[in-house]
C-alpha cells in the first residue's frame, strides 16, 4: 500500500581489507541501534562477515556474491586488493539487489560505504537515494588526498624538498612533503590503487556527507572542515558501538598482571603492516639490550627473521603473540608504552588510555600521523622510518623513566579528558551520530 509509509533501508558496503571492516560494522551498529525501525544490510565478502559478531534483527549480514579472487597462491595483497577493486561496481550492484529481495522488496533509501568503495554512489545514484561516505583514516589523509591535484602542479610528481612543510594546506601545516601517503606525489601514482584513491577524491563532493573517525581534539585545525564538504566526525568508531571484548587467547592480560605498573612495553603494527627483516631485527635486540619486559604482537609466520635465539633469551621477561586483545592491553596498567605503526585506531585506543607512543610509521597516513603524535599532540616519539637497536633503547628509557615521558603522560590525559567531553550524552558524538541518523533515514523513525 503506497500510502503507508515506507521502512527506511540502508545498504552498507564495506572495503573488506585490514581493519576497514570492524570500522564500518561498528557504524552499522551504532546506526542499526539508533534508529530501530530501520533495516541495515551490511555487505561485506563471506569470510569477513564469519568474523562479526552477530546483532539485534534490524542488522542484516549479506556476503558480496563471490569471495574475493585469490589470484592464484602468488598473489600479494595489493594483488588481492586491486583484483577486488576492479570487480566492486558489479559486486555492489548485485549486493543491492540481493538485499532488497532480501527483505520482500523494500527499496534501499540510503546507501553507506567506506570511502574506498565511493563506486558504491553508482548504486545510489541509479537508485536516486543519498550515498554517504565513512573514511576510517585519519582526517591529515583525506586532506592531503583531497589536494593530490594541488600537489602534484606544485611538486610535480618527484618531490624536491622533501622537507618542505605542507603549511599552504588548511589542517597540514606541521606536515611535511615526506609525510605524504605513497601515490600521491612519490611512489606508484599509477597503481590501480592510487588511481582508486584519485577517483574517490573527485566523488566524495557527491556525498551527502563524509563520516569521518576522529577523536575530538585529535582533528588537524578547526578550518579543515571547510575544506570538505558536510563532514560528521563521529569516532572513535569502537566507542561509538564498543565491539564484544576481543578473546584473550594468548594469555596477554594473566602475563601483564604479573608485573609492575607502567613497565612492560606492547609492541604492535596494526592488522597487516609489518617492519623490514632488517629492522625487525634491530627491534628485537634494542627490546632485548633494554632489559624491559614486552609483549609483541608478531605473527608467527614472520618470527623466522628475529635474531637467532632470541626467543630463549628473553624467554623470562619477553611474551610474543599472534594477536594481543589491544584495547584491554593498552589500558591495563602495567603497560607504560605503546609501540606503534600508527594506524588511526591503533592511536585512538592508544589516547583513550592515556598511553603514550613510540612510532615507527610503515605506509599511507601512518607518517602523517607519527608527525603528529610528536609534534601536534606531544603524546610521544617519532622514530620515523628506521629503528637502531641504540636509538630504540635511549627512546625506551626517555618515555618509560624520564621527564620527556611525564610530559607525554600529561598531555594524553589532557586530550584524552578534552575528548570525553564530546563522547558524553548531548556532546558532539551524539549530536553528529543524530544527524546521520536523519540522513540515513529519511521518512522519519515512527
Ligand atoms: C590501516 O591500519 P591497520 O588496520 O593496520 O591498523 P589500525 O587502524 O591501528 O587498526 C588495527 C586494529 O587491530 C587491533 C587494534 C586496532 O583496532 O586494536 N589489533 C588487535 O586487537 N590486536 C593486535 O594484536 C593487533 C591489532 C592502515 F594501514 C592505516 O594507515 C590506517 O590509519 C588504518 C585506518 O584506516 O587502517
Redesign the pocket.
Known sequence: NSSLPRRPHVALFAFPF???V??IYSLARALAIAAPSAIFSFVSTAKTLESLPRTAGNLRLLPYEEEIPDGGSSAGFEEVIDRFLEAAPGKIRAAANAAVADVGGIPVSCVVSDAFMWMADFVAEEMEVPWVALF???PF?LLAHAHTDDLRSRFGIMPTHADELLDFIPGLATMRVCDLSEGIIFGNTNSKFALNIHSMVHRLPRAAAIVL?TLAGLEPDSTFHNTLNLTLPIGPL?HLSPPPS?PDKENCLPYLDSHEPSSVVYV??????ALPPAELVELAHGLEESGVPFLW?LKEEIRSNLPEGFVERTRLRGKI???????S??SHPAVGVFV????????H?SIMSDMVMLCRP?????RM?ARAVESMWGVGTNLNSSITREGFVRAINAVLKGDDGKKMRKRVVEIRERTETALSPGGSLSENLKSLVELSHPYGDK
Do not use: K, M, Y
Not at 604492535?268 to 603492516?273: D, Q, R, S
Not at 603473540?321 to 584495547?327: D, I
Not at 610503515?362 to 601512518?366: C, G, K, L, V
Open positions: 585490514a581493519s576497514h570492524a570500522s576510517t583514516a585519519s589523509e573517525s569502537n576481543n604492535a603494527f596494526g592488522t597487516f603492516c604482537s603473540v599472534n594477536w594481543a586483545p589491544q584495547v592491553v593498552l606503534t605503526h600508527c594506524g588511526w585506531n591503533s592511536i585506543e610503515i605506509f599511507a597516513d601512518q600521523i
